[in-house]
């Protein structure tokens, strides 16, 4: 289930990415996930045209964890690309791997040390690789979500994606996320103990 959400977190990238949209603010605050378990991408509000440029866009902005380094120098010339989401999308696979909860400290060492923290809390080969790649402060060497999606067809088709035993490890993460059928107030999107994921009915 894991591997799921990611392709679908892949997929709609992809789609933002082809209407050369940067996202600017991908955490697992705005990933939602329907009763159908269709993972969808919210919360636009940070979001910029490609190209769209002046002195404001350049500004960091975002949820300051999951900033990628770029945004942090403080350099006025420097203009966001579509980058800047893949590295979010290296911290939340690292979450949905993580057979922790994902403190904010352990986030920030991820950031300085990625591989050992992976190796440390026994992070999936597969997608620690993944992570690695996505979290590399050069962002020209990050991939596109076009490239990560080529890769777990290639792995899925080798058998090297191991469905049932992150299936079910995923199943025990996502098993409280509420309902449609939910009130009104326990419907709205929240930060879940036990899972980074939240539910809601965006679209991308």
């Not at 990933?31 to 960091?60: C, E, H, Q, R, Y």
């Not at 400290?105 to 923290?117: A, I, Y």
Request: net charge neutral; glycine share 6%.
């Amino acid at each position: 289930m894991a591997w799921s959400y990611f392709r679908q977190i892949l997929q709609a990238l992809q789609f933002i990415h082809g209407k050369d949209i940067i996202h600017r603010d991908l955490k697992s605050d705005n990933i939602f996930i329907d009763d159908s378990g269709t993972v969808k991408i919210g919360d636009f509000g940070l979001a910029l045209k490609m190209d769209v440029s002046s002195t404001t866009n350049s500004l960091p902005v975002g949820a300051y964890l999951y900033r990628a380094p770029e945004m942090k120098k403080g350099d006025p010339t420097y203009k966001p690309t579509n980058k800047v989401d893949m590295y979010a999308l290296g911290l939340i696979l690292f979450q949905l791997f993580c057979p922790r909860q994902c403190s904010e400290r352990k986030m920030l060492k991820l950031r300085d040390s990625p591989e050992q923290v992976c190796e440390k809390y026994k992070v999936d080969e597969t997608a620690k690789h993944l992570i690695l790649e996505l979290l590399q402060t050069d962002p020209l060497k990050r991939p596109s979500p076009a490239d990560l999606l080529r890769r777990l067809d290639g792995l899925e088709r080798e058998g090297a994606l191991c469905f049932d035993k992150i299936g079910q490890a995923a199943d025990t993460k996502v098993q409280n996320i509420p309902t449609e059928n939910t009130s009104s107030s326990d419907h709205r999107p929240r930060e879940l103990e036990s899972c980074p994921i939240q539910t809601g009915s965006y679209n991308y």
